[in-house]
């Protein structure tokens, strides 16, 4: 019955134009998503094996699979694809079809839940963040495009590599290392952003400034940064005074 139903939604959309593939023992429809690739397709199974009905797999110019059609999500990211299987295993992969993670060897932490929409536009990711599962916590790391494993998975948190840097945690505190794992700027600080413009702001002893590339702190804009916390500070004194001597008003009345 159900063979026949399949059967009967591939004649009828045979009908309106519809392509189907035939590959080995599957049938399969390149899927109308928005994001491209030039030379190979995202499809999905229309029939054979059942529990492979429904889900996607990649084909290449010769309508060979080149992953397994068992995946559940293939979202295609600037520079890379990004797979979950049936078994939510993940996997990444270039756009011309060559594995950088195979499923399964990694989880990442660029992750996406959908693949029709429009690709907004990303920055082009040279190092992927990778992580594993170590008792309670999580430690993360960074995979290359060869698919090795450029920084290892030491750090309790990391960021994205912006200006060639990256904010990662390491025994409860932030730093900045290269993208050959090298320490840049010391581990010490309870916060830390992401480089712009040559500044990024931290935080240290309770107290968030910027600083440079080299970790010197930007004593300029700290201190403009300071008086404008001081004076907010102060006028939120005022408030509570204000605030206070109104209630003791009230309540003499």
């Known amino acids: 019955m159900v063979k026949l139903f399949i059967t009967l939604i591939i004649l009828s959309t045979t009908l309106f134009g519809r392509d189907f593939i035939k590959i080995n023992d599957y049938v399969v429809e ?21 529990a492979s009905i429904g889900l996607y797999g990649i084909i290449d110019s ?30 990444m992969m270039t756009k ?8 399964g060897s990694y989880n990442y932490k660029d992750k996406e839940s959908q693949m029709y929409s429009e690709l ?12 594993k599962k170590e008792g309670r916590k999580f430690l993360y790391g960074y995979l290359n495009f060869d698919g090795k494993i450029q920084i290892p998975m030491i750090y309790e948190e990391v960021n994205f590599f912006s200006e060639d ?9 932030w730093g900045y290392i290269d993208k050959n794992g090298k320490k840049i700027i010391e581990f010490k600080y309870s916060k830390a952003g992401n480089f712009k413009n040559g500044e990024s702001l931290v ?19 700290s201190f403009f940064r300071n008086i404008k ?4 500070g102060f006028f939120y004194s005022i408030k509570l005074m204000l605030t206070s001597l109104w209630s003791e008003k009230i309540k003499e009345k």
């Open 30 to 50: 390149e899927i109308p998503i928005k994001r491209k690739l030039e030379n190979h397709k995202i499809v999905r199974v229309v029939e054979g094996d059942l």
């Open 120 to 131: 907004n536009y990303e920055v082009e990711r040279d190092l992927i963040i990778i992580y």
């Open 165 to 173: 840097l990256a904010a990662v945690k390491f025994n409860g505190k």
């Open 62 to 91: 010769n309508n060979k699979f080149i992953t397994k059609p068992n995946n559940m999500l293939i979202a295609i990211k600037s520079n890379y694809i990004y797979l979950v299987d049936i078994d939510y295993h993940e996997g």
């Open 229 to 232: 916390e001081n004076i907010s």
């Open 96 to 103: 011309d079809g060559r594995w950088i993670g195979k499923m």
């Open 203 to 221: 935080k240290l002893d309770g107290k968030e400034f910027k600083i440079d590339k080299s970790g010197d702190r930007k004593v300029i804009k």
